[in-house]
């Protein structure tokens, strides 16, 4: 039984002397590879993960419509607000995007390109400029952006980041730089060449401090040929910033452009927004104000 046993706690030992050994030389090799070397794996990894979304499928995408909850959270972790909405995208430049809540649809953001309005219980407005800011440097970070155009910029920058177990899972991570010295880092599922998680470093131009956005993509389904994480996290400098949850999703419906325009808030404004009331009403007007 002796012998037995120190045979065991023998080849116990030779087994993670052989683990350590692995781990070292995948170390290593990273850590030495040329950076065109280094590119190219990053690279090759990125069109697996494009073809493990659905290849062709997922890169002739035109448009998204997709229904589910959102819930945002404000800046000390408290959940700000929670709804139903129904969102039309066109992901390709110059992006377009409406969001709708559901069922009353009487609160709806619409962004094209740089321009955008928004329709609230007041009427219609024209975004911000901070919003429509704020919605063009999210598109530069978008996942499916990144996957479908920007890998083709010729100033983008590559490299391999090396193996790792990413929320329990096996995966490769790459970055991207590019030429505002965004660090984009995606971790790369090794099983099913999906994306699990991205990392966005960047600093303000005025401030100069650091930030780090992070997205986890769970939950992937298949619909229409194209694989769709139906829960997306976004957190900014360890904040949950939001949290969506898909109900379903459809491709390539044939949305209009007129759908992403000002006068299509104002029709709906016409629909949704308050009537002017005859003299007779006001006071019931009045009286239902008061309850």
């Not at 193996?163 to 590019?178: G, M, T, Y």
């Amino acid at each position: 039984m002796r012998i037995i046993a120190r045979r065991i706690r023998a080849a116990a030992v030779l087994v993670f002397a052989f683990l350590a050994v692995v781990s070292v030389s995948a170390a290593q090799q990273t850590e030495v590879m040329m950076p065109a070397e280094s590119a190219a794996k990053a690279k090759e990894i990125l069109q697996q993960a494009i073809e493990g979304l659905g290849g062709a499928a997922y890169l002739n995408v035109h448009d998204v419509t997709c229904t589910g909850r959102l819930g945002q959270f404000g800046h000390s972790g408290e959940l700000n607000g929670y709804g139903h909405f129904e969102d039309f995208t066109i992901p390709s430049p110059p992006f377009k995007d409406r969001q709708e809540n559901i069922p009353k649809r009487n609160i709806i953001e619409v962004r094209n390109g740089d321009k955008g309005w928004d329709l609230d219980r007041g009427g219609v407005s024209e975004a911000r400029t901070s919003e429509l800011a704020q919605y063009q440097e999210d598109m530069k970070k978008d996942i499916d952006n990144i996957l479908r155009h920007r890998i083709h910029e010729a100033d983008m920058v590559f490299r391999y980041g090396g193996s790792d177990v990413v929320d329990l899972r096996e995966a490769d991570w790459v970055e991207l730089v590019d030429s505002d010295n965004r660090t984009i880092r995606i971790a790369i599922a090794r099983s099913s060449h999906l994306p699990i998680r991205k990392v966005v470093d960047t600093r303000d131009a005025n401030t100069r401090m650091r930030a780090e956005e992070i997205e986890y993509y769970s939950n992937y389904h298949p619909f229409q040929g194209i694989q769709t994480p139906f829960q997306i996290t976004r957190e900014r400098n360890g904040t949950k910033i939001y949290q969506v949850f898909f109900d379903k999703c459809e491709y390539n419906t044939n949305l209009s452009d007129s759908l992403f325009t000002k006068e299509s808030l104002d029709e709906r404004w016409e629909k949704v927004g308050k009537k002017p009331k005859d003299k007779k009403s006001k006071g019931a007007a009045a009286s239902d104000t008061d309850k």
